[in-house]
């Protein structure tokens, strides 16, 4: 008697899940210790239909049943959901070395992109050299300041752009998607990547959203591997597809560069760009692959990060215009009606700086930031935490603790003015407050990143006045979001800019 083929599929996942299952009971018998708490699970798929569309909402909800540090079992994967500040600090400062690695989405693993990565690779000689080369030679203050006028170009190229279109319709998110693409793409290649008549760039651009919503989409494979040959989503797929097309346009940046051999002209560091610094540094540990996979990642995670904690910060301040008159007095004092936003500016806008921090506590770019892996079988709080599990830090559930925040679904800059709360920054040392993460896996790229959301966001505020279109009133926007990879507005915020300087100033 012939059998259908989905009864196949199915015996074989329930004989998988259930081994999987026994494995872990046979694993927790031996150590002699329990697994942190958690919810029980269905069989076979354990605890994803727990998740939802909202996951980091639902994981803040089941850990106030169950504690700061919680498993869950998704599909074949044990998971170890960390949801207080405490509780991060004894993962990302404690026990940082144990919790070290990455757990990779299959996606990332269809071109081998974790190989070569930054973000994803292991934790080992190869990411160490990686770290190294990002920290000091891309992300040191000294090359920062010698890239500033890069920053200060772009920036005022978008300014003027939006002047040229006073009285029209803009979509902010769209607007600082394209300042940072190009930004980066200065400071990688000395040369603005994204021209929307471009086809080339274009489809760039288009890969790098796709990559970010895909990486961000529930896949079945990265909860039941051996489903990896079916790829029953196509996500694998579609990933591979669209990495493809972002290797090939950075490609043709450094065939360019190495045949007109200018990598050995400019010997003076100030005028080196990304591209240059890692040529130097190319080997046999270090290939033109590592130097591809390297600057794809710069593109994929500096822009949509970027991009949505701005058009957050604009909304909320559109939303509550007390706070952004304030903002805009500060500027207004600081900087003037007659000059544009210099990044020497930055150091005296306290208030500006208040309110990026609250941006990244009230909507927080990565609210689970990316799974660390456990390196080893390790002992938390009395918990053991089985080696290659999972673990998930959920800085969004830290930001909505009100235990911890007073009213904390508002938009308050002052918070961070004041009291105890003036002394938190979002650097890795206040685990109240760590939308980059902490410890060895703290985003590399911080330094720069916070330049540009604040140079982009002063900018915006202090050289426009913002109008909502169609008569809307601030009580009607629309602040709902939705989760891929980063936390994004559900509906694209789009304003007017009414210019409020000195024509001049848009214009030198």
Same mark, same amino acid.
């Given at each position: 008697m012939d059998i259908p083929l989905f009864s196949w599929y199915s015996v074989l996942l329930t004989s998988a899940s259930l081994l999987f299952f026994f494995f872990l009971w046979r694993r927790e018998r031996r150590t002699g210790r329990p697994l942190p708490p958690g919810p029980p699970g269905w069989p076979i798929v354990g605890n994803l239909f727990q998740?939802?569309?909202?996951?980091?909402?639902?994981?803040?909800?089941?850990?106030?049943?169950?504690?700061?540090? %919680?498993?869950?079992?998704? +599909?074949?994967?044990?998971?170890?959901?960390?949801?207080?500040p405490a509780m991060a600090k004894e993962v990302l400062k404690t026990h940082d070395l144990l919790f070290a690695g990455r757990t990779v989405i299959e996606g990332v693993k269809s071109v081998s992109h974790h190989k070569s990565s930054l973000i994803f690779s292991d934790y080992g000689a190869q990411w160490r050299h990686l770290r190294r080369i990002s920290t000091v030679e891309l992300f040191s203050s000294i090359r920062q300041e010698a890239l500033q006028h890069l920053r200060? *170009?772009?920036?005022?190229?978008?300014?003027?752009?939006?002047?040229? *279109?006073?009285?029209?319709?803009? *979509?902010? +998110?769209?607007?600082v998607f394209c300042t940072s693409l190009n930004l980066l793409g200065n400071m990688i290649f000395s040369t603005r990547v994204f021209d929307p008549h471009n086809p080339a760039s274009a !489809?760039?651009?288009? #890969?790098v959203c796709e990559l970010m919503r895909l990486g961000g989409k529930p896949n079945l494979v990265d909860y039941f591997p051996f489903l990896r040959f079916l790829d029953p989503q196509g996500v694998c797929r579609q990933?591979?597809?669209?990495?493809?097309?972002?290797?090939?346009?950075?490609?043709?940046?450094?065939?360019?560069?190495?045949?007109?051999?200018s990598e050995s002209l400019r010997q003076n560091d100030s005028t080196k760009d990304f591209l240059d610094v890692l040529l130097d540094f190319r080997s046999q540990e270090f290939t033109l692959v590592d130097i591809r996979a390297l600057i794809a990642e710069f593109f994929i995670a500096g822009t949509e990060t970027t991009t949505s904690t701005v058009e957050w910060a604009m909304a909320e301040f559109i939303r509550n215009p007390q706070k952004l008159n304030r903002a805009r007095q500060e500027l207004d004092e600081v900087v003037g009606c007659n000059r544009r936003v210099e990044e020497s500016d930055l150091d005296r806008l306290p208030y500006l700086h208040a309110a990026v921090k609250e941006i990244f506590r009230l909507h927080t770019p990565v609210p689970l930031l990316l799974p660390h892996k456990a390196e080893s079988a390790s002992v938390?709080?009395?918990?053991?935490?089985?080696?290659?599990?999972?673990?998930?830090?959920?800085?969004? !559930?830290? +930001?909505?603790?009100? #235990?911890?925040?007073?009213?904390?679904?508002?938009?308050?800059?002052?918070?961070?003015?004041?009291?105890?709360?003036?002394?938190?920054?979002?650097?890795?040392?206040?685990?109240?407050?760590?939308?980059? +993460?902490?410890?060895?896996?703290?985003? !590399? !790229?911080?330094?720069l990143a916070s330049r540009m959301v604040q140079l982009i966001l002063a900018?915006?505020?202090?050289?426009?006045?913002? %109008?909502?279109?169609?008569?809307?009133?601030c009580e009607e926007m629309d602040m709902s979001d939705e989760l891929g990879i980063t936390l994004k507005k559900s509906v694209e915020l789009t304003a007017i800019p009414v210019p409020r300087l000195s024509h001049h100033t848009y214009e030198q």
């Open positions: 998740l939802g569309k909202r996951p980091h909402e639902s994981l803040y909800a089941l850990s106030l049943k169950y504690g700061p540090l %919680m498993t869950l079992r998704l +599909g074949m994967k044990t998971t170890v959901v960390v949801s207080s200060r *170009d772009e920036v005022f190229h978008t300014i003027r752009l939006l002047y040229d *279109d006073k009285g029209k319709v803009v *979509d902010i +998110g769209r607007t !489809a760039f651009n288009h #890969s990933m591979a597809k669209h990495f493809k097309e972002m290797y090939d346009f950075v490609d043709l940046f450094l065939q360019k560069r190495l045949a007109s051999g938390v709080q009395g918990f053991v935490i089985p080696k290659d599990s999972q673990v998930l830090v959920n800085v969004w !559930a830290s +930001g909505r603790d009100p #235990s911890i925040w007073k009213r904390p679904s508002e938009f308050l800059p002052e918070r961070f003015l004041e009291g105890e709360n003036s002394k938190i920054d979002y650097k890795g040392q206040n685990f109240e407050l760590i939308p980059f +993460g902490a410890g060895r896996r703290i985003c !590399a !790229a911080l330094p900018s915006l505020l202090h050289s426009f006045e913002w %109008m909502l279109p169609d008569g809307m009133s």
